[in-house]
């Protein structure tokens, strides 16, 4: 219960920095005591783009896309390197956020059962409890993990090489775009836009990409001084369980 409280606790305070409107989240009347800004009883605008940041920014984090722009920008210019990196990562949220849509917009064609549920929401729902029962269950073994993305990441940019400052990008692009297509994020972030609000999702997760890739290209190695690969797991399972749990709320409520 600690670790969640600590985590949800994280949750309620991104939704409150990143300064939405107020009369965007009221709540509805009965789930006005289970409701948590940004997490559960919002608004799914508010709901998207907190899930969106938190899940993509732990997901990401000694992600080997990380790694990529981390051993790059040591090589190469860093604004160029973001702007390759982020670039290919805004494309893939897009890409997974209309492969959601198009989920759920299956869903709406099924035709209306006894109980009339939301398969789309279930499912996605189902996706993020693996998701955090895995990446938990990962956890004790994340620093060798990390240890091992790192690596991978260094065999890609070994045998990376550009001359102008548009190949540069465009490589980038490319070598970044290839690693996370199919990857925890990709699969995640279709998750929850058949789930919440596609527009919510999409500023979220992008947000939280450019975040993470931002400290990626100014040096992600600090990061180990104050944070393990093992707490950023535990953090990162935790808040997928969270989000899961939320969805269903959000369904059955």
């Known amino acids: ?22 009369e965007a ?20 605008l508010r709901e998207g783009v907190v899930s969106g940041f938190l899940l993509i920014f732990f997901s990401e984090i000694g992600d080997k896309t990380f790694f990529i722009a981390l051993l790059l920008a040591l090589k190469q210019p860093k604004q160029l390197v ?24 299956v869903d709406e064609l099924v035709p209306a059962s006894a109980g ?23 956890a004790k073994d994340a620093s060798e993990s990390a240890a091992e993305e790192k690596e991978e ?22 070598l970044v775009f290839a690693a996370e297509w199919g990857d ?25 990409h450019g975040v993470a890739t931002g400290l990626a290209v100014a040096g992600g190695g600090f990061l180990s001084r104050y944070f393990s690969e093992q707490v950023l797991q535990y953090v990162g399972g935790s808040l997928f369980l969270v989000f899961a749990a939320a969805t269903v709320i959000d369904v059955f409520v």
């Open 1 to 22: 219960m600690g670790l969640l409280g600590s985590v949800a606790a994280v949750a309620l305070a991104a939704s409150l920095a990143l300064g939405l409107p107020a």
């Open 25 to 44: 989240a009221a709540p509805a009347a009965d789930t006005a005591a289970l409701s948590i800004p940004g997490i559960v009883g919002d608004s799914p």
């Open 82 to 105: 973001f702007a390759g990196t982020f670039g290919a990562l805004a494309v893939m949220t897009v890409v997974s956020v209309l492969l959601g849509q198009v989920l759920h917009q």
């Open 116 to 138: 009339d549920l939301p398969y789309d929401d279930l499912l996605a729902a189902a996706l993020l409890v693996y998701f955090g029962v895995k990446t938990l269950q990962d």
């Open 153 to 174: 990441a260094a065999e890609v940019v070994d045998s990376f090489s550009a001359q102008s400052a548009m190949q540069l990008v465009l490589s980038t692009f490319a």
């Open 184 to 208: 925890k994020s990709f699969l995640a972030t279709i998750a929850l836009a058949a789930a919440s609000s596609p527009l919510g999702v999409t500023a979220g997760a992008v947000a939280g």
